[in-house]
T-cell receptor, first 112, second 112 residues
Framework: DVKVTQSSRYLVKRTGEKVFLECVQD?????MFWYRQDPGLGLRLIYF???????EKGDIPEGYSVSREKKERFSLILESASTNQTSMYLC???????????FGPGTRLTVT | LAKTTQPISMDSYEGQEVNITCSHN???????ITWYQQFPSQGPRFIIQ???TKVTNEVASLFIPADRKSSTLSLPRVSLSDTAVYYC?????????????FGTGTRLLVSP
């Protein structure tokens, strides 16, 4: 079974802090994604990566950056956390040429 | 960019067949239709994917008419454990991941 793990299930940070959300997948998938999920808005794509050191902006990249130094790991960075970044963050991966995304359990981030 | 429209919520009873319809009027020739299921506090899980006509797996069936402007997810004989949010997604190949739009999904409630 493909496993996508995220570093934390729950995280509380203060406004202005730098926040790192880590995602690791164990199936050698080329493509990885970061989404945020908010009530009434569904899932929105923040960034995705189709290879090591490659990244592409999704629909809502503002206030976020990403890092993909190894194939299995995709990090989401909030340079200076703000309260409007309080959300559920979901990581996903997919094998190139496939349409089945595998999601992690999510990280519920609260910025106070 | 193919936006999807689904009912916000649906109610059903155990043992009934549930059909959830998704509208995607601007679907492009290379787009596939994918459905995901999400339980509370979990990431979405792939259910089924199709391009045209009918696709069936052990979990659900997907009906896509010839014009492909809509699709219907059919869940046979639902149980209480099928209570979840169901997302319809239109995906464009590996080069189009930035076009992913999950939408707000359909919240299905199955009652005894």
């Amino acid at each position: 079974d493909v496993k996508v793990t995220q570093s934390s299930r729950y995280l509380v940070k203060r406004t202005g802090e730098k926040v790192f959300l880590e995602c690791v997948q164990d199936m050698d998938h080329e493509n990885m994604f970061w989404y945020r999920q908010d009530p009434g808005l569904g899932l929105r794509l923040i960034y995705f990566s189709y290879d090591v050191k490659m990244k592409e902006k999704g629909d809502i990249p503002e206030g976020y950056s990403v890092s993909r130094e190894k194939k299995e790991r995709f990090s989401l960075i909030l340079e200076s956390a703000s309260t409007n970044q309080t959300s559920m963050y979901l990581c996903a991966s997919i094998l190139a040429g496939s349409y089945e995304q595998y999601f992690g359990p999510g990280t519920r981030l609260t910025v106070t | 960019l193919a936006k999807t429209t689904q009912p916000i919520s649906m109610d059903s009873y155990e043992g009934q067949e549930v059909n959830i319809t998704c509208s995607h009027n601007n679907i492009a020739t290379n787009d596939y239709i994918t459905w995901y299921q999400q339980f509370p506090s979990q990431g979405p899980r792939f259910i089924i994917q199709g391009y045209k006509t009918k696709v069936t797996n052990e979990v659900a069936s997907l009906f896509i008419p010839a014009d492909r402007k809509s699709s219907t997810l059919s869940l046979p004989r639902v149980s209480l454990s099928d209570t979840a949010v169901y997302y319809c997604l239109v995906e464009t190949g590996n080069t189009g991941f930035q076009k992913l739009v999950f939408g707000t999904g359909t919240r299905l409630l199955v009652s005894p």
